[in-house]
């Protein structure tokens, strides 16, 4: 009883260290977002592709890695493309929490006072979360938006 008792708050603490490096990831674009004399959504684009090229792969920390971030003009959404690992990568445990994941994912996204000129400016963004022992599956996406 005690050992299922320490896996699920493992994994809680888990999930909830996955949404704080998003947080991180989101709020690390959003300060370098200060040039002048482009567009906002140009600015995204050329940010995005650049913390992409600087940063990406990230490493990877508590089971998760980002690959990339793209932008798209024509729906004016950020894309964070990402990678579970270990004990995240498993379908089961992430449609166990996925609510909570979204929920997560939802508020940080749109409490982010980084942010808050792109979610303005109707900007979404979106998640797409991959398994690492088969890339080919989505293990989550959502997109949010104000």
Known sequence: MHLIYNKRKQNKQRTFNFIIILAISLFSMATGLTSCGESLEKRAVREAREYTERNCPTPIYNSTRTDSVAFDINTKTYTYYCTFFDVLDNEEFVNQNRN??????????????GLKNYIDAGF?????????SNPEKILFEDTFKK
Do not use: E, Q
């Not at 979404?124 to 690492?132: D, G, L, V």
């Open 100 to 113: 909570k994941m979204r929920d997560g994912m939802r508020d940080m996204v749109l409490n982010n006072a």
């Open 124 to 132: 979404a963004f979106k998640y797409i979360i991959r398994s690492n």
